[in-house]
């Protein structure tokens, strides 16, 4: 395994920011060593159960709340590779639009769309950004239909994906292969460049020497379930444990300058809608496309389905709904996501380990936009041909006339009342100029501190209102080029 005592840079997690982090910098010559809380699981290993998948390859078996006036069940992954292993793997560039607001909002230096454009490209390149080629799955010819009959825009959404089979078992990682996640792709590249990468070690705190952070206190999980906290020092440090992991780590080493006071999602209803056929969604690919319609302020498309995924949507309402499950084959559920303009934080827990404290304030806004885009919904999905429509919220009655449907653009859900999930998290540590808005320069290098990086979707300046992944990508390897020319 070689000596994990010592790196010129050590980086924490191994999702999006950090495999890219890794890759870059072990290319370009740099000692890497990665450190990565959960495990290294082959491809063969991936796509049982859903609660198989949760165990395996989620933090805290999928169970994250994210507290507020209105809580918002969160996941995110916890394994080599992290959410990439997780994710449906749609992908977008961030809206010019977003980026140019970044610019002004917090002065966020090289963010304009041409300067990403060879970022994006590289990353589009390394993770085979493709389209679907193969004759659309039912489930996305009825939303296609439905999309058709209201006469909006859509698009269908590149992914991840090389050669897949649409066998439906992206959410507990890809047992094909053929999603390009992180262990597939950036991983293996970093360490054939040399970069090392140690599973089962979570980074507890940061060491300091002053202004100076020198490494990582790391706790180290045995091959017999035992424990054991090990220094690892390291020239420069890039903290890329995720949108709520990098924040909660920050904060326990005592860093806080506009960390973790800043969180922001992407609130997300779904619905479950029945057809008068079997579109068995249960068996094929998610619906690939999205209403860009009204967009990047509210987002439309199709949500990943199971026969547990139906069964939670319908708990809001069980007792009336139950009798549906066993109409599985005509279902699929889809979703309204909106940019979300309320804030949350993340704070550690109070003994310093396990789970950090997430809050997340629905604004009147995101509730005013929730609504909007079940009326949308709803009234695209009966134009497509569902018998009814049933949203995830409690006591509501299930749609089934588009007068019922559009009620919504005018009335506010009851927000006692709405389920609402998210697995878009970001914004928990914002970049750019801005000193009174950010947590570190444009670059990543976080403010007051030498030697201390962040890289991964906390640094999001705010919500960019579409898929993150790209994003995170593009700006990581931007960041890291950097670095790398400043330290070569
Ligand atoms: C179910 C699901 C579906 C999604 N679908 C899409 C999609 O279709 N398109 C899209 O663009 N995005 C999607 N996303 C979001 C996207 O995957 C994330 O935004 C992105 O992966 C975040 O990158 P990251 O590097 O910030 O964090 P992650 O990719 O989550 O990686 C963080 C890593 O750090 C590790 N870590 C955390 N703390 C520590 C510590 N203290 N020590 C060591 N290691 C640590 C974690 O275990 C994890 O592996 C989805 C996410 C989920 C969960």
């Not at 695209?380 to 409690?394: H, I, K, R, T």
Request: aromatic letters at 8%; a positive charge; one cysteine or more.
């Amino acid at each position: 395994m070689g000596d994990h005592h010592r790196a010129q840079v050590l980086v924490v997690g191994s999702g999006a920011g950090g495999s890219t982090t890794a890759s870059v910098l072990a290319e370009a010559g740099f000692d890497v060593l990665v450190l990565e809380e959960g495990s290294r699981h082959p491809a063969s290993t991936y796509g049982g159960t859903a609660t198989d998948g949760m165990r395996k390859v989620y933090r805290n078996r999928g169970m994250l709340p994210i507290l507020g006036t209105v809580p918002i069940g969160y996941v995110e992954g916890c394994c080599l590779g992290g959410s990439t292993e997780v994710n449906c793997g749609f992908w977008h560039r961030v809206p010019p639009e977003v980026a140019l607001r970044w610019k002004a909002r917090y002065d966020l230096e090289g963010c304009e769309p041409e300067q990403l454009e060879e970022h994006f490209a590289w990353a589009e390149t390394q993770t085979h950004v493709s389209t679907w080629s193969a004759p659309l799955p039912p489930s996305t010819q009825v939303f296609a239909r439905g999309i058709e009959g209201m006469g909006w825009r859509y698009q269908q959404v590149p992914r991840t994906v090389r050669g897949c089979r649409g066998d439906n078992t992206c959410a507990s990682g890809c047992r094909c292969g053929a999603k390009q996640s992180m262990a597939r792709t950036l991983i293996p590249t970093a360490e054939s460049s040399g970069a090392r990468f140690l599973t089962g070690c979570r980074a507890a705190m940061l060491l300091r020497k002053g202004r100076r952070i020198t490494g990582v206190l790391a706790e180290l999980t045995h091959d017999d379930g035992s424990s054991s906290l090990t220094r690892i020092e390291a020239d420069h440090v890039f903290v890329c444990a995720g949108p709520t992991q990098t924040p909660a780590l920050l904060r326990r080493s005592g860093i806080k300058y506009h960390v973790g006071d800043t969180l922001r999602i992407h609130p997300m209803l779904k619905v479950g809608a029945r057809f008068p056929e079997a579109i068995d969604a249960h068996k094929s690919v998610l619906p690939l496309l999205q209403v860009k319609e009204f967009w990047p302020e509210l987002s439309i498309g199709g949500a990943f389905f199971s026969a547990g995924h139906l069964a939670m949507l319908l708990s809001e309402n069980w007792t009336r709904t139950s009798h549906v499950m066993s109409d599985l084959r005509r279902f699929g559920t889809w979703y309204v996501a909106v940019k979300g303009n309320g804030r949350g934080s993340v704070r550690p827990s109070f003994f310093g380990e396990g789970s950090p404290v997430i809050r997340y304030e629905l604004s009147d806004e995101d509730l005013r936009q929730l609504s909007r885009g079940l009326a949308r919904l709803a009234s695209l999905l009966l134009a497509a041909g569902a018998s009814e429509v049933y949203p995830s919220v409690q006591g509501m009655p299930v749609i089934d006339s588009r007068v019922d449907a559009v009620r919504w653009l005018d009335d506010l859900l009851p927000r006692s009342a709405v389920s609402l999930t998210t697995v878009h998290a970001f914004s928990s540590c914002p970049v750019g100029e801005r000193k009174d808005r950010c947590a570190a320069d444009s670059y990543g290098r976080v403010f007051g501190f030498d030697g201390l990086n962040i890289n991964d979707a906390s640094m999001l300046p705010d919500s960019p209102g579409v898929n993150p992944q790209g994003t995170i990508m593009a700006l990581a390897r931007r960041n890291a080029l950097r670095f790398a020319a400043d330290h070569g």
